[in-house]
């Protein structure tokens, strides 16, 4: 993977990290980084399918 699509993943991975210690630290707000943690880890491996994607068409038509 390029630079470029793998820094998507990284975010989303630490957005869901990020999310999930606050659902610890702060329990009034428990439910809502749950949410968001889980939301972060959907958008991860939604855009590292979305770079497969891409890097598969590029090979496709690279081999045309």
Do not use: C, I
């Given at each position: 993977?390029?630079?470029?699509?793998?820094?998507?993943?990284?975010?989303?991975?630490?957005?869901?990290?990020?999310?999930?210690?606050?659902?610890?630290?702060?329990?009034?707000?428990a439910s809502k980084h749950k949410h968001e943690a889980e939301l972060g880890g959907v958008a991860a491996l939604a855009?590292?399918?979305?770079?497969?994607?891409?890097?598969?068409?590029?090979?496709?038509?690279?081999?045309?």
């Amino acid at each position: 993977f390029y630079l470029s699509r793998a820094s998507p993943l990284s975010s989303f991975m630490f957005l869901s990290q990020y999310e999930a210690r606050k659902a610890s630290t702060d329990p009034a707000h428990a439910s809502k980084h749950k949410h968001e943690a889980e939301l972060g880890g959907v958008a991860a491996l939604a855009s590292s399918g979305y770079a497969f994607y891409e890097h598969r068409q590029k090979e496709k038509y690279r081999n045309w």
